[in-house]
Structures are given as structure tokens and as C-alpha cells.
């Protein structure tokens, strides 16, 4: 694959002396996913508004498919869509107008079959006479994507796409987010829910106070840094652990009726079949075993107390 | 040139005038109306003729230039401040387009607004006084030349304010005077010879000067300053814009 983003040491001071971005160096391969994660002020919305050109960089470059956002910005932008976090649109407009509008923005001819078809993919079809003013806060959502999609874009940039709506509305969001992955599109979305970054990215980078502080395949760094977690559920409840079992990392739940055993993934060995023989010479009668992931909250978690530290 | 760009800000921009086609339309052939009556009537009884020319008539030019250089401002002014307001100008920040696109989509189209405009109330003249241009070409040049300029003035004013009272602060407190006080309803030669040579720095003076030329043939300062006047403004608010988009004053962070 090949990098159709490639950002080299970005960097942004605000007016006020705020440093959003701290030399931000990052590429973005063709066709992914790409999950920015990181708490709110952490330079998520800078980064994609300075690729974008609504905020100027303070340093460094970025190019989007070979062109530098600043110096050849035209034929940077005309690759580039962009579904903002705010819902800002025209309250009077009709939807297929604005949709109309944007293609037009970008250089692209009238396409009212291509109109449609997105149109259609986003199911606001039927809502394209409606005004943005009578639409509900997920149908204007939709209708930002359909704005952004509206002049063809290999790149995709989604700037916390799912704050505030509802749980289906997050399902139905991340289907479309696949749906465009799988017509070819790369897309980069922010996110601080970081059950999206799990269900969806492909990679997945955590920026904190303006520093990317990694950037992984999602599973390496599930594999990585995950912690799992075995449950085991006992048939009769234990007062304590037995001093047989005392060298394993086990704990015990307040009733008693159930044990947890955290080990690495990383590890060759998990020891979860000599743990099982122990408990059993123990005398403990099992009645089921479930294991757990660390999700990628926890790990984020992790990694932004460690930079804390 | 990303014509495309062009053509949509245009189209849009016109399709909120033609949603509010009869307020466009009506407020200013009221107002105009109203103007006959009270300058027309009430002060026309009094002052016949101004330099050859009945008073009703003479004051068409002046009235026509008073809506012309308002309606650009208000048009273009609010044109670029409502996305701002909103939030849109996302899009256009972040668009294949430059500043000469953007302010042609918003800037034309707010003049072509106050060109209609300026042509109804010329015809709603018609309804009151008799009317005579003497150079019909050079009437129509004037008018397009003040609808740009003061268009883009108007899109200058947008871009600075901060919030809606901003939005009217330049209209009101700096251009309505400089028309009211730039020989709308008089000629300078009226006024005492002090007043004479402090109105030559009234901008406005040299348009509604050269507009009025273009109707009876009379003028207060010669024609060929006023056409330098208009396209020295013109250049000048062209350049402002240019700054603007270059450094991102007022737009980009």
C-alpha cells in the first residue's frame, strides 16, 4: 500500500500562545481506516482542520496524494472531504441543493444520477425536498457526509462523526463508514469513543497534548498491550484464596464465587492449563470459565497516564 | 479558474434573494415612494430647478445611488458573514477555490441583487417624474461599477464583524452619512463655499456626481475624476480582499 496522507512534523500555535500541535509526523496509508484517539484539546481537530486548510500549519508539511496542502492546495483539496463535528448547515436550504452546492465548490460538473446514488446510499432520498431546519440531528449528520461525499473524495476525514448520536444511529454510521472503505475510500476519523476506534479502524493512533503518541494495526496493539482476563466461576463460593494457587495473580470476588486470572498475551506461556490442574488439586469445583480483551480504553488510559508520568 | 466554484456560490447566493423576492423588491419601491413624496414634494415646492433640472428629477440619480450603495453593502456584507455565523465557511476554507472565486460568487452576486434593485427604483421614477438619460451606456456603467464596489466593501465589512451589531456599525455610522452628505438630494455648488471644498473628500460625492452626469449631463466634479474615483475603490477593496485571503484575517485560525 501506499501512503496517500503523509504529515511530517506538523505543528500549531494558536494565538494565545497554545501549542495544538507539537510536531506531528504521521502517514496514512491508501484504503484504510484510520482512528485518531485522544481526549478532547488534544490536537484532534487541529491536525484535520491544518490538512484541510481551515487552519494554517505553523510548521512542517502534509501532502495528500503527492500535492502539499499549502502549496499546491487545489489539487490537494479536490481529494479531500471533510465531515466537520459541528452540524453546520444552511437551515434554509433544501438538501439536494446543498449536496449540489458543495460538488460544485470542489470543480466537479452537474451529476444528479451520481447525486442521487449517494443520496440514496445514505437514505436521505426521500428528504431531499426537506429543508436542513426540518431534519432530525442524525439526518443532518447524513446530510454532511453526503455533502463531503458529494465530489468524489479518495480521502475522507470525519471529525468525531458519532458525538451525540444515538446508539443506532453509531451502528448505522459505522456500516457507512464501511461501505466507503470498501468503494475505496480512505478515512480518517476522530473519536473519542473508543468502542468506535475498536469496531471500526483499521489503525489506530493516540494523540495527547498535541503528540502522536503511537500509531498501530488496532489488533497488534490490542495484542500488544493487552492484558486478558480469565473468569472462572466456581460451583461452591471460597472464604480465601488457597495458599496452593498463592503464586498465580488471582482475585478473588466478594462473594467468593468467582476467581479472576490476569495474564499477558504477550507471554508464550499463559499457564491457564497448570492454573486449572492447581485449582482443581485444590479441591474447587468449577462450574465456567469466560475470558475477557482489555479494551482499547483501558489501554489509552494507560498510555496517557504513562505521558503523564 | 474553478468556474464550477464560482457558479455554484452565485447560484446559491441568488437563490436566497429569490426566497425573499417580494421583500427585495417592495421594500424599495416603498421607500422610494416615500422619498418622492417627502424631498419630491414637500422640499420640491420650494426648490423649482437645480442647475437647469426640475428637483424630482434631479434627485433620481441621488435616490437610486442611496438604495444601489446600501443594498451592495447589506447584500455582501451579510453573504460572507451568515456562513461565518453559522458555521459553513468550513466549506469554502476548505475548498479548491481562491479568493478571486470566492469573491466573485459572493461579490456578483450581491451586485447583480443591487442592480435589480437600482433598476426598480429607477423605474418606480418613472411613476413620479419624467426622467432623460443622456448616456444610457455610461448610466449602466456607473451602476455596475457601484454595485461592485460597494459590494465589495460590503464583503470587507462581513469578513470584520464579530457579530450582527458589527455587521451594521460601517452601514450606519460611516456610509449612511457619507450619502446622505455626498449630494444625494442636492448639487455641492449649494452648498457654502467651506462645505464645498470639504465634501471633495466625500468618496460618494464622485459617484453620485457622475451618475447624475450620465442622466442630465451635469456634474459637480468632471467625469473623468469620477471614473477614476470608482476604480481606485475598486482596486483598493480588491487588494483588502486579496490581504485577507492571504493572511486569513478574520477566516482561518
Redesign the interface.
Known amino acids: 500500500m501506499t501512503a496517500i496522507v503523509e504529515i511530517r512534523n506538523l505543528r500549531k500555535t494558536y494565538a494565545g500562545g497554545f501549542e495544538a500541535l507539537k510536531g506531528v509526523s504521521l502517514k496514512i496509508e491508501e484504503g484504510e481506516i484510520l482512528a485518531l484517539l485522544g481526549p478532547n484539546g488534544a490536537g484532534k481537530t487541529t491536525l484535520i482542520s491544518t490538512i484541510c486548510g481551515i487552519t494554517n500549519p505553523g510548521g512542517g508539511s502534509v501532502t495528500v496524494n503527492g500535492h502539499d496542502v499549502v502549496a499546491d492546495y487545489r489539487n490537494a483539496r479536490r481529494v479531500i472531504g471533510l465531515v466537520p463535528q459541528e452540524i453546520n448547515l444552511e437551515p434554509f436550504t433544501k438538501v439536494i441543493d446543498t449536496v449540489k452546492f458543495s460538488r460544485g465548490l470542489f470543480g466537479k460538473p452537474r451529476d444528479d444520477a451520481y447525486i442521487e446514488k449517494i443520496l440514496r446510499q445514505l437514505s436521505l432520498w426521500d428528504k431531499k425536498d426537506s429543508r436542513s431546519m426540518e431534519l432530525s440531528g442524525g439526518m443532518k449528520r447524513r446530510v454532511l457526509i453526503a455533502k463531503a461525499l458529494a465530489h468524489e473524495p479518495r480521502v475522507l476525514f470525519l471529525d468525531e462523526p458519532t458525538a451525540g448520536v444515538d446508539v443506532e444511529l453509531r451502528k448505522d454510521m459505522w456500516e457507512i463508514v464501511a461501505e466507503l472503505k470498501a468503494n475505496g475510500v480512505t478515512i480518517i476519523l476522530t473519536t473519542h469513543y473508543i468502542e468506535e476506534a475498536e469496531a471500526i479502524a483499521d489503525r489506530v493512533g493516540v494523540i495527547s497534548k498535541g503528540e502522536l503518541l503511537l500509531i498501530e494495526e488496532k489488533d497488534a496493539l490490542m495484542a500488544r498491550f493487552g492484558q486478558k482476563h480469565l473468569q472462572i466461576d466456581l460451583q461452591d463460593p471460597t472464604s480465601e484464596i488457597p495458599k496452593s494457587l498463592s503464586d498465580y495473580d488471582l482475585t478473588l470476588s466478594d462473594d467468593g464465587g468467582c476467581l479472576q486470572y490476569n495474564y499477558d498475551t504477550r507471554g508464550e506461556r499463559t499457564g491457564i492449563t497448570q492454573l486449572l490442574n492447581d485449582i482443581a488439586a485444590a479441591g474447587l469445583v468449577l462450574r465456567d470459565l469466560r475470558t475477557e480483551e482489555s479494551s482499547l480504553e483501558e489501554i489509552f488510559v494507560s498510555l496517557v497516564r504513562e505521558e503523564v508520568a | 479558474m474553478?468556474w464550477?466554484?464560482v457558479?455554484?456560490?452565485y447560484?446559491?447566493e441568488m437563490?436566497?434573494f429569490f426566497?425573499t423576492l417580494a421583500q427585495s423588491f417592495v421594500s424599495p419601491v416603498i421607500s422610494t415612494s416615500l422619498y418622492f413624496v417627502v424631498f419630491g414634494a414637500a422640499i420640491g415646492s420650494r426648490i423649482q430647478e437645480v442647475e437647469g433640472v426640475s428637483y424630482g428629477s434631479f434627485i433620481v440619480p441621488g435616490l437610486v445611488m442611496l438604495s444601489v450603495i446600501t443594498q451592495s453593502i447589506s447584500n455582501a456584507s451579510f453573504g460572507i458573514y451568515?456562513?461565518k455565523f453559522?458555521?459553513?465557511i468550513?466549506?469554502?476554507?476548505?475548498?479548491?477555490?481562491?479568493f478571486l472565486e470566492i469573491v466573485l460568487g459572493f461579490v456578483g452576486a450581491a451586485a447583480t441583487k443591487s442592480l435589480f434593485i437600482g433598476l426598480v427604483i429607477l423605474a418606480t421614477s418613472t411613476l413620479f417624474v419624467d426622467i432623460e438619460i443622456q448616456h444610457p451606456i455610461a448610466m449602466l456603467a456607473f451602476l455596475v461599477l457601484t454595485c461592485l464596489s460597494f459590494a465589495l466593501l460590503g464583503f470587507i465589512i462581513g469578513i470584520w464583524a464579530g457579530n450582527f451589531e458589527q455587521l451594521q456599525l460601517v452601514p450606519l455610522l460611516i456610509i449612511t452619512p457619507l450619502i446622505f452628505l455626498g449630494g444625494s438630494f442636492y448639487s455641492i455648488s449649494m452648498l457654502p463655499a467651506i462645505w464645498q471644498k470639504i465634501a471633495l473628500f466625500n468618496p460618494v460625492v464622485y459617484l453620485i456626481s457622475g451618475f447624475r452626469w450620465s442622466f442630465f449631463g451635469i456634474a459637480d466634479v468632471p467625469i473623468g475624476i469620477s471614473l477614476l474615483a470608482i476604480a481606485g475603490f475598486t482596486g483598493l477593496c480588491l487588494a483588502a480582499i486579496w490581504w485577507i485571503f492571504r493572511t486569513?484575517w478574520r477566516i482561518?485560525?
Open positions: 474553478n464550477a466554484a457558479q455554484a456560490i447560484v446559491t437563490h436566497r426566497r451568515f456562513p453559522i458555521g459553513t468550513y466549506e469554502l476554507l476548505s475548498a479548491p477555490v481562491n486569513g482561518r485560525s
